[in-house]
């Protein structure tokens, strides 16, 4: 039961966008936002043990929506993928500041031993990663406050994914030929 609510949740949280907007043409309004809420919630209760760096975006998330739906104010849950993009920032730059970098760590959970001379890249990949997260939460924001649902849709749940994996799968091929390079 805990495996499946963990799927469950965890493409909800990824469809969020796609969700919003089906949700807000097709569900009568305020419900959108109290499902939301308790998926954000039933994810919480899922991941709090695993993912603990995930737990302050999850809780901003409950109450973003759980205000959308007392406040019967849709636009509140358009911010969520703004809270989502603040919190990676702060997360990544935090690995920057006290290390070992967030790449690093990731880095590491395939090739162990990396050698001391890839550090300082997977640090400057970590602060490009920062530097996307920056640009989508902008983007993010903007798309919330001055577009269409339908923008706010097509960047928040097509463009941004588009851009973090197209950054994921470059960096990982490009770390391939530079850890051979540096050998």
Request: with cysteine.
């Amino acid at each position: 039961m805990r495996l499946t609510l963990q799927i469950i949740t965890t493409l909800v949280i990824v469809a969020y966008p796609f969700a919003v907007y089906f949700g807000l043409q097709y569900l009568p309004p305020g419900t959108l936002a109290l499902l939301l809420c308790l998926l954000l919630v039933a994810r919480f209760i899922v991941t709090k043990q695993q993912v603990k760096s995930m737990t302050l975006p999850i809780l901003i998330g409950i109450g973003l929506t759980a205000a959308s739906f007392i406040a019967q104010r849709h636009d509140w849950l358009l911010y969520y993928p703004v809270v989502i993009n603040l919190s990676m920032l702060g997360l990544f730059s935090y690995s920057l500041i006290n290390g070992p970098s967030m790449i690093e760590r990731l880095a590491r959970l395939k090739e162990p031993d990396l050698p001391d001379s890839a550090i300082p890249y997977l640090q400057s990949i970590t602060t490009l990663w920062c530097g996307l997260f920056i640009i989508n939460g902008v983007v993010a924001a903007y798309t919330a406050i001055a577009t269409s649902i339908e923008i706010w849709t097509l960047y928040n749940g097509l463009i941004a994914y588009l851009l973090m994996g197209l950054l994921l799968s470059g960096e990982w091929i490009y770390r391939r030929f530079w850890l051979k390079k540096h050998e």
